[in-house]
């Protein structure tokens, strides 16, 4: 008798913050899987219910069949119906409803959160950082579904997207060149050119340089990112690491199938040397070739569920 009624007052903690690191500290420290239920409303309207609520479970992943019209919208009409909002982090750590949050966006400025006035905006670009969904479906857990937030330690890439684009195809140009980069630089700078030391840097360029500049791309298309300790946190950074590899090893391939006569060849050293037109038209080609699997990759994985700000 005695410990079933300490597991009924476990199991009727109720947990209604809307601050996710406050959450989590709740959950982490649980002894039982139903210790801490979630019962959250969204902090702007104090109204609809957030969908990692708890008693919002059964209608995530409902299987009543809306209206014809909205069978392309099933969580809107199942939300809709019952007055549940999906479930949206800002990264300072709070949550809110997607609906009221968009509401926000509508107003043309720069979101700052409601309870405690974080901008969210890029520390680089100062473009604006997308409020992060957090994905339910029934009763699967949530808690490594979504990047930490800042206040636990949550990685920044401190610029958004296109400006990621910008400086990836910046560095991707200047390792690819086919006019060599130091030799110019010291041409500009007024100091000797030398052609023995044109084939050493240009050779330390294709073996070693080269390959640092492709991981770098990489790193900007798929950053490195901290997650919480889960049953599945070390098994998802490892597979992460082992694509950005994978991509790295596929795009050094390419380069150096299709560009290594040409990179870094120009050079005003010694004699100087030139790129023939069919030689430019090849080396232009395989840029262009490299710069579009970047961007696909990038692009692409915008969609992919969040795993950092």
């Not at 969908?51 to 059964?58: F, N, Q």
């Not at 400025?109 to 950082?129: E, K, V």
Request: aromatic share 6%; proline share 4%; net charge neutral.
């Amino acid at each position: 008798m005695s410990v079933q009624m300490d597991k009924d007052r476990i199991m009727a903690t109720v947990q209604r913050s809307n601050y996710l690191p406050y959450i989590q500290q709740h959950l982490d420290a649980q002894t039982e899987p139903d210790g801490v239920v979630l019962e959250t409303v969204c902090g702007i309207c104090q109204e609809n219910k957030l969908d990692i609520s708890k008693s919002a479970r059964e209608f995530t992943s409902s299987t009543d069949l809306p209206p014809e019209h909205f069978d392309g919208y099933r969580h809107l009409f199942n939300y809709t119906k019952h007055g549940i909002e999906r479930t949206v982090a800002l990264a300072c750590g709070h949550v809110f409803g997607d609906r009221c949050v968009a509401d926000l966006l509508a107003q043309g400025t720069d979101l700052t959160c409601p309870s405690c006035g974080f901008r969210m905006t890029y520390q680089g670009c100062g473009h604006a950082i997308r409020p992060a969904l957090i994905p339910v479906d029934g009763e699967e857990p949530v808690r490594d579904k979504f990047p930490l937030t800042i206040a636990e330690g949550g990685n920044d890439p401190h610029n958004c997207t296109d400006c990621r684009w910008k400086l990836i195809r910046s560095n991707i140009r200047y390792a690819l060149a086919d006019e060599c980069i130091l030799c110019r630089q010291r041409y500009q700078a007024r100091v000797p050119l030398d052609a023995a030391a044109h084939r050493a840097h240009r050779e330390q360029h294709i073996q070693i340089g080269l390959r640092l500049a492709l991981e770098d791309a990489v790193i900007l298309v798929w950053p490195e990112f901290v997650t919480r300790e889960t049953d599945t946190s070390t098994m998802k950074a490892a597979a992460d690491h082992e694509r950005r590899q994978v991509h790295v090893a596929l795009l050094n391939a390419m380069v150096l199938s299709e560009m290594e006569d040409t990179i870094w060849y120009r050079t005003r050293a010694g004699k100087g040397s030139s790129l023939t037109k069919e030689q430019m038209r090849r080396h232009a080609n395989g840029v262009a070739s490299v710069e579009q699997s970047l961007l696909s990759w990038l692009v692409n994985s915008v969609r992919e569920q969040r795993r950092m700000w």
